[in-house]
Nanobody
Framework: QVQLVESGGGLVQAGGSLSLSCAASGSIGAINIMGWYRQAPGKQRELVATLTSGGTSNYADSVKGRFTISRDNGKNTVYVQMNSLKPEDTAVYYC????????????WGKGTQVTVSS
């Protein structure tokens, strides 16, 4: 069973930076997608960024140029560096891993709160 543990959320002023990390325990397979999603109050969960095991990244338009996703395959850990934060980035950020090797499985972390004050 794969478990995801996020860390790094918190409170920051607009224009500031935060870095989130998500460590996956268990086997996520050699071919997988690791990524971040977020959900603001009253809104649907949305994509922030994903990064495949092959190195292909994808970003939401709203975070392009401000957020950078990276991963350490040896540690089964995905990171997102968030710069130039805006109040509208306030949300609970969730880590997601999709295992594509063997039986396809998707896993979610419990989320970490990011609050950006104006």
């Amino acid at each position: 069973q794969v478990q995801l543990v996020e860390s790094g959320g918190g409170l920051v002023q607009a224009g500031g930076s935060l870095s989130l990390s998500c460590a996956a325990s268990g086997s996520i397979g050699a071919i997988n997608i690791m990524g971040w999603y977020r959900q603001a109050p009253g809104k649907q969960r949305e994509l922030v960024a994903t990064l495949t095991s092959g190195g292909t990244s994808n970003y939401a338009d709203s975070v392009k140029g401000r957020f950078t996703i990276s991963r350490d395959n040896g540690k089964n850990t995905v990171y997102v560096q968030m710069n130039s934060l805006k109040p509208e980035d306030t949300a609970v950020y969730y880590c997601r891993v999709i295992k594509l090797t063997g039986v396809r499985m998707a896993y979610w972390g419990k989320g970490t709160q990011v609050t950006v004050s104006s």
